[in-house]
C-alpha cells in the first residue's frame, strides 16, 4: 500500500469509503475529549474529528501534534452538518511520518503576514501559503500554454547552450565564468542561437530558457536569473510577427482565466483577456506624450515613470509600441529601409509593463557589420554569427515574453520575486 489512496479533494465525493490520505497538520484543536485537525495537501484541507471512546485511543493520541507535522492518515469519509465542505474525516489510525523537530518560521494559515524576504529564505515552507501555491500554479499554465500555443503555430522546440563565448546583447551586465583555460560567459538572451536554429532551415523554433543578466539594479521588475519564453521564425514580416505575440499572450491569458479560476480568486485578480491589443509606433507615442504636456525626447527609452505616464495618455496599460530609433535597440534590429534611423523592432506592454521585446533581424551580414561597429562592438568576436548570413539566410523576426513578469502581472503581485521560486538578485543567490 502507498502513501495514500486518494488526495483531500477526492475524497470529499466519497462520503463513506475508507481511503488513505497524506499531508500536513494545518490547525489543530483539542478540546480534550473531541480532537480535531486540519489535514492539509496539495488539493485542499479537510477536518480529522476524533471523539474519546468513538476512535482508537491510538489515533486520538496521535493527532496532537505541531501544525506542519506531515501526516498519514486511514479512515472514512463522513457527512458533516458542521464543516464548510459538507463532510469530515473519522481517522482509524493517525501516522506521524515525519515529526517537527524546529520551529516552523511563520504561519502557512496565512492569518499572520511574513515579510517577503522571510518567506523567500524559507521558500518550501511559504510554498504550502494558499497564494504562493496558486502563484505557482498560475505560473506552470502559463508555460504550458506557450508551449501548447508554440507548437500549434508550427514551432520547433529547442535547447540552447547557456554558456557562451560573446555577449548577445552587447557587452555590458554579463556575469563571467571559467571555462578551463578561458573565460566565458552566462547567456543574456538565447536570441544569436535561436537565430541560428532559423537559418538552418528549422523556421520556426520557441524555446524557454534562463538568462542570466549582471544588472546591478534593485528594482521591483528585475531579476539577475530569469526566464524567457523565445520565439523566432524565418520568412514573416514585423507585422506578421506581431500577430504571433499577440495571439500567444492571449492564448496565455485565456488559458490562465480557464484553467486557473479558483487560483485567481485566491489571488484577488479579475484577469481580463484583450480581444485585440493596440499598436502604436514609438513616433506616434512620443508625440502623444508631448501633446499631453510630458517633455519627452524622441530617441530615448521610456522609464517606469514614462510608461505610467503613457498608459495616463492612452486610457489604457496593454499595448504595443512598434518602430523604435535603431540607436536604442539590440545591433541586430533590422533598420526600415530609406530611414535608417528607425528599425522594425517591437515590444509588449502589457498592463503597464514591459513583458516582451523583439525585432525583425538583420539578415544581410553588411548591414550587421556596421551595426556591431556603430555599437562599439567588435565584429570579430561574433564571426561565428555573421558568417551564418553569407551561407543563405532567410528574413526572420523573432521576440521573447519574460515568463516572471508575465506571471507577476497576471497574478497581480507587486513585486517580481514573488512570481520565481527562488529569486535570483543583487543580494539574494540562496536557497
Ligand atoms: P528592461 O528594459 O525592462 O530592463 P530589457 O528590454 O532589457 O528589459 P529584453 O532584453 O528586451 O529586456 O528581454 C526580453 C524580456 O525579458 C523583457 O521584455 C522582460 O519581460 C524580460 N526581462 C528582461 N530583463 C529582465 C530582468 N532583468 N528580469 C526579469 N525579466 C527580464
Ligand atoms: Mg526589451
Redesign the pocket.
Known amino acids: 500500500m502507498g502513501y495514500r489512496t486518494h488526495y483531500i479533494s477526492e475524497a470529499k465525493k466519497l462520503i463513506g469509503s475508507e481511503v488513505t490520505l497524506a499531508g500536513w497538520v494545518h490547525e489543530v484543536r483539542d478540546l480534550g475529549k473531541l480532537k480535531f485537525v486540519q489535514l492539509r495537501d496539495q488539493t485542499g484541507i479537510i477536518q480529522v474529528t476524533a471523539k474519546q471512546g468513538r476512535e482508537p485511543d491510538a489515533a486520538l493520541a496521535a493527532m496532537s501534534q505541531p501544525k506542519e507535522t506531515v501526516v498519514q492518515v486511514k479512515g472514512k469519509v463522513a457527512e458533516s452538518k458542521m464543516a464548510d465542505s459538507g463532510c469530515e474525516f473519522i481517522p482509524s489510525e493517525f501516522i506521524v511520518l515525519n515529526e517537527l523537530s524546529a520551529k516552523v518560521p511563520f504561519e502557512v494559515t496565512g492569518k499572520v503576514p511574513a515579510e517577503l524576504d522571510v518567506r523567500l529564505d524559507n521558500r518550501s515552507v511559504d510554498m504550502r501559503t494558499a497564494k504562493t501555491a496558486a502563484i505557482f500554479r498560475v505560473r506552470s499554465v502559463l508555460a504550458n500554454a506557450f508551449r501548447e500555443k508554440a507548437l500549434s503555430l508550427g514551432c520547433t522546440e529547442i535547447q540552447t547552450p547557456c554558456i557562451v563565448e560573446a555577449a548577445t546583447?552587447g557587452g555590458a551586465d554579463l556575469f563571467k565564468v571559467q571555462y578551463f583555460e578561458k573565460d566565458a560567459y552566462l547567456v543574456?538572451?538565447p536570441q544569436l542561437y535561436k537565430q541560428l536554429c532559423v537559418i538552418g532551415g528549422m523556421d520556426k523554433v520557441f524555446m524557454t530558457v534562463p538568462?542570466f543578466?549582471a544588472?546591478k539594479h534593485n528594482t521591483l521588475?528585475?531579476?539577475?536569473e530569469?526566464t524567457?519564453m523565445d520565439i523566432e521564425a524565418a520568412f514573416i514580416t514585423p507585422d506578421e510577427a506581431v500577430d504571433m505575440l499577440e495571439a500567444v499572450l492571449i492564448h496565455c491569458l485565456t488559458r490562465a482565466k480557464e484553467k486557473c479560476a479558483s487560483e485567481l480568486a485566491i489571488l484577488g485578480r479579475d484577469l481580463q483577456v484583450p480581444a485585440k491589443i493596440p499598436r502604436h509606433t514609438y513616433t506616434e507615442l512620443v508625440e502623444k506624450l508631448n501633446a499631453a504636456g510630458v517633455k519627452f525626447e524622441w530617441g530615448t527609452?521610456f522609464s517606469r515613470e514614462t510608461e505610467a505616464k503613457l498608459t495616463e495618455v492612452l486610457g489604457y496599460s496593454t499595448y504595443f509600441i512598434t518602430k523604435w530609433p535603431t540607436a536604442i535597440r539590440?545591433f541586430y534590429s533590422m533598420p526600415v529601409e530609406g530611414d535608417e534611423k528607425i528599425c522594425n523592432a517591437y515590444?509588449?506592454n502589457y498592463e503597464g509593463?514591459?513583458?516582451?521585446?523583439g525585432a525583425q533581424r538583420v539578415h544581410k551580414p553588411e548591414i550587421l557589420i556596421n551595426a556591431l561597429q556603430a555599437r562599439g562592438l567588435n565584429p570579430e568576436e561574433f564571426s561565428f554569427y555573421v558568417n551564418a548570413f553569407r551561407v543563405g539566410a532567410p528574413p526572420h523576426c523573432g521576440w521573447?515574453?519574460?515568463m516572471?513578469?508575465?506571471t507577476m502581472k497576471v497574478c497581480g503581485l507587486h513585486n517580481?520575486r514573488e512570481a520565481v521560486l527562488f529569486p535570483r538578485d543583487r543580494v539574494r543567490v540562496r536557497p
Do not use: K, P
Not at 521588475?221 to 539577475?224: A, E, F, Q
Not at 509593463?353 to 521585446?357: G, K
Open positions: 546583447e543574456q538572451s538568462v543578466r544588472e521588475t528585475h531579476l539577475n530569469a524567457q527609452d539590440a515590444d509588449l509593463l514591459e513583458i516582451s521585446s521573447s515574453i519574460g516572471d513578469r508575465l517580481i
